[in-house]
């Protein structure tokens, strides 16, 4: 039970599945990487850009730029490799063209790196935009920018899924992964994807399991334990699909992979890069009781986790993005709680929540003028408990359904509490009655107290 209390606030899962508004993206080229040396070298042409024309394209700021070129292969001259601006993990390159111009539709870029092996040493933190590198795998999200990312400027996103045609090698190591595609046991492998995803690279010397084109990489549970693993995650995913109305139908991948942090002995950290999830410090042989089911702890680990199915970066935008994408993750997890593990199980990690808000003041959604004011404890624990107090007042039918419309507004516009007034509207919510619970839960300089008073009055 260890995971009940720590685990809210150690998820860290900056998501996923990116709206390109003008045309997939395509990516394809050669990718070598070098797990003793932690080095990089790729050749990427990227094609079918949108047309964007305010742009940034953002590379890891430990990659060194060889050249951009264009289509007729020529030199594209740039901008950014002198005293260029920093974007998180990025150094941010625009086109040194006429201000007017678009970003080209095609352009290729060649560039190195390398990155810090930690063998028997630590670094002090990791998270999800560090290129982690041990003496077993290589980890490189698509939050470190280890390929070109590119940032639509005006619409505040990041756009990072690509379809891709790429040939990777491996020195050093016996496994290549890359998100969307099986793992493959090769020292050179060529990948297609004709399906977008944020590219995950995951790399080294580590074993993998199949069921029914899922995985579990990097890992030596046996083909039994991973069948039952996978019943279970069965169940979440149908839970998920049936409380949204919305199919989910992708294999996905389970990756276990070592922080580069020294982390207390039984705390895990878990991140999502849809549709793998890639956790430390859990044991797959012990997810499940004799019984073949999951813990209870971990039908809501998981619940979380693939609630960013729905919502990702497709709603990571705008001041509110923290709200929408973590917030509404975890306020699926409770559903899937609820049905999985039973409403006793749920009204105790309801109460135990409070614990870590009771202390801590929070400014109203309304008046929120930055992205990280929505801290982890907003984001994780109080909205998710005021989004509680709306399935409770309204309907878990209704709750579900204002969500499938938040998610309908999310697919043209970055969202603002309009939508979500808008969604509960348009799922039978009346409009005074949202007044009533917006100016009590929402926007009142004690909502804070109004959320924990009724969460005490209904579970407590
Ligand atoms: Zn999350």
Redesign the pocket.
């Known amino acids: 039970m260890y995971l009940k209390s720590k685990l809210i606030l150690q998820?860290v899962?900056a998501?996923s599945l990116c709206n390109t508004l003008n045309g997939q993206i395509h990516m394809e080229g050669s990718v070598a990487l070098d797990l003793k040396t932690g080095f990089f070298k790729c050749d990427l042409q990227l094609s079918n850009l949108p047309k964007l024309k305010a742009y940034r394209i953002l590379l890891n700021k430990g990659m060194n730029i060889k050249y951009f070129k264009d289509t007729r292969n020529e030199l594209i001259d740039y901008v950014g490799h002198y005293d260029g601006s920093i974007k998180g993990e990025a150094v941010e390159y625009t086109f040194k063209a006429d201000p007017n111009e678009h970003i080209p539709q095609e352009f290729r870029v060649n560039y190195k790196g390398a990155f810090p092996v930690y063998v028997d040493d630590f670094n002090l933190f990791d998270h999800k935009g560090l290129i982690a590198i041990n003496d077993k795998t290589l980890r490189a999200t698509e939050q470190t920018k280890w390929y070109p990312v590119v940032y639509d400027v005006k619409n505040d996103k990041l756009i990072h899924s690509y379809t891709y045609d790429l040939t990777l090698s491996l020195e050093g190591g016996s496994t290549i992964f890359i998100n969307g595609s099986a793992p493959k046991k090769a020292a050179k492998e060529h990948f297609v994807s004709n399906k977008a995803h944020p590219l995950l690279l995951f790399a080294g010397n580590y074993d993998f399991v199949e069921d029914k084109g899922d995985y579990i990489l990097n890992t030596t549970v046996t083909k039994e334990n991973a069948e039952i693993i996978f019943g279970n995650i069965a169940r979440i995913k149908n839970n998920l699909s049936k409380n949204l109305g919305i199919e989910f139908s992708d294999n996905i991948y389970l990756i276990h992979h070592r922080a580069i942090n020294k982390r207390k002995k039984g705390s895990s950290w878990g991140f999502?890069t849809y549709p793998s999830f890639a956790f430390t410090g859990l044991d797959f042989k012990k997810l499940v009781d004799s019984n073949g089911k999951f813990y209870d702890d971990y039908y809501k680990y998981f619940g979380?986790?693939f609630g960013?199915n729905y919502f990702g970066s497709n709603v990571m935008s705008g001041k509110l993005g923290w709200f929408w994408?973590?917030s509404f993750?975890?306020y699926l997890s409770y559903n899937t709680a609820e049905d999985l593990s039973g409403k006793q199980f749920l009204s105790e990690v309801l109460i135990e929540q409070l614990k870590h808000i009771k202390e801590s003041s929070f400014i109203p959604l309304d008046k929120i003028e930055h992205k990280d004011q929505i801290d982890e404890k907003y984001r994780y624990v109080l909205a998710p408990l005021m989004l509680k107090c709306f399935e409770d007042r309204f309907g878990r039918q209704k709750a579900n359904l204002t969500l499938k419309y938040v998610l309908d507004f999310a697919k043209k516009e970055s969202l603002t509490l309009e939508h979500l007034e808008r969604a509960a509207t348009k799922s039978g919510i009346s409009k005074k009655q949202f007044e009533v619970f917006k100016t009590n839960f929402i926007i009142h300089t004690d909502f804070k107290e109004h959320i924990i008073r009724e969460i005490e009055k209904k579970y407590g």
Do not use: G, I, K, M
Request: glycine share 0%; aromatic share 0%.
């Open positions: 998820l899962c998501l999502n979380h986790e960013h994408l973590e993750a975890e």
